[in-house]
């Protein structure tokens, strides 16, 4: 079955750097589209950012310059480098997998996903 298994979580300073990895078992990253979401204290999940089944990349206008999202297929892991972190980047992130067969309209909705990591808290000190 699909696991997908977050880490690299923490607490950091404003400014400060944190990589975010989402390892995959029970599929091929490289096929599919994969995302990261977040969570903060009574918000809803937003989009941060995903990689597409083709390649391409999109991220969320609060994180777009700031963070990346990559995947290395040998190691089939998703990666979230994030860069200059804020406050606001307070969350449980989570990494997804995006609905086989679905069509690629909804890559910013948490409904489009199909399976979800536990998510890994990033907590930034101002």
């Known amino acids: 079955q699909v696991q997908l298994v977050e880490s690299g979580g923490g607490l950091v300073q404003t400014g400060g750097s944190l990589r975010l990895s989402c390892a995959a078992s029970g599929l091929t990253l490289a096929s599919y589209t994969m995302a990261w979401f977040r969570q903060a204290p009574g918000k809803e999940r937003e989009f941060v950012a995903c990689?597409?089944?083709?390649?391409?990349?999109y991220y969320s206008d609060s994180v777009k310059g700031r963070f990346t999202i990559s995947k290395d297929t040998a190691k089939n892991t998703l990666y979230l480098q994030m860069d200059d972190l804020r406050p606001e980047d307070t969350a449980v992130y989570y990494c997804?997998?995006?609905?086989?067969?679905?069509?690629?309209?909804?890559?910013?909705?948490?409904?489009?996903?199909?399976?979800w990591g536990q998510g890994t808290q990033v907590t930034v000190s101002s």
């Open positions: 997804a997998k995006y609905t086989a067969g679905r069509a690629v309209d909804s890559y910013e909705q948490p409904f489009g996903y199909e399976y």
């Open positions: 990689d597409t089944f083709i390649r391409n990349t």
